[in-house]
């Protein structure tokens, strides 16, 4: 069946640095992709997403391309904040149903 | 933008009690929502399909005894975990899907049953 493996957390990094959250896929078909943040106390936000294979999704400074030769949806961010501290969970969409990875906890140092 | 209220955020029950959990649309209407399951370090895991107006559709291996689903009104589905046990202590969050195109998510509630 359909599913996210994504990197094991914790990432802890300096402010400035540059991030690469890994995400892979197993799925029939061309799902749509997603990465989801979420913040302390609150719920789960969609950060970005792709629909077909090669789009790239953007949103805060945050990209990740919808890879379909390597089934990868990797997240990346050239300089980051400690704001950006959050977990984010790499998931696939197959008709109204999301299937998720585990999650990964990142830290930001100042 | 569209809000999913769940309430509580917190939880704690002694064995054998029942706990309910509430997922609400604050700004839109949602014919259909998602409840989730979390244990520590692994994926969310989709529970149920809670549908207005019928029965809610469960994922293979969820008890539906257990964990009963209701879907009031368009803006609101609850989560009753009933006789509850330690196993059941997790993070239970729901979800709304919005125009098709992504879904909104409660705050998640985090169950500990003593």
């Known amino acids: 069946g359909d599913s996210v493996t994504q990197m094991e957390g914790p990432v802890t990094l300096s402010e400035e640095a540059f991030l690469t959250i890994n995400c892979t896929y197993t799925?029939?078909?061309?799902?749509?992709l997603f990465w989801y943040v979420q913040y302390p106390g609150e719920g789960l936000q969609l950060l970005l997403k792709?629909?077909?294979?090669?789009d790239k999704g953007s949103n805060k400074g945050f990209e990740a391309t919808y890879r379909k030769e390597t089934t990868s949806f990797h997240l990346e961010k050239g300089s980051v904040q400690v704001s950006d501290s959050a977990v984010y969970f790499c998931a696939l969409q197959r008709a109204s149903k999301i299937i998720f990875g585990s999650g990964t906890r990142l830290s930001i140092r100042p | 933008g569209a809000v999913v209220s769940q309430h509580p955020s917190r939880v704690i029950c002694k064995s054998g009690t029942s706990v309910k959990i509430e997922c609400r649309s604050l700004?839109?209407?949602?014919?259909?929502m998602f409840w989730y399951r979390q244990f520590p370090k692994q994926s969310l895991m989709l529970m149920a399909t809670?549908?207005?107006?019928?029965?809610?559709?469960?994922e293979q291996g969820v008890e539906k005894d257990k964990f009963l689903i209701n879907h009031a009104s368009l803006t609101l589905s609850t989560l009753t975990v009933t006789s509850a046990h330690p196993e059941d202590s997790s993070f239970y969050i729901c979800s709304a899907p919005f125009k098709d195109t992504e879904a909104f998510f409660g705050q998640g509630t985090r169950l500990t049953v003593v």
């Open positions: 700004d839109f209407q949602a014919t259909t």
């Open positions: 799925a029939t078909g061309y799902p749509s």
């Open positions: 809670s549908n207005e107006g019928s029965k809610a559709t469960y």
């Open positions: 792709a629909t077909k294979a090669d």
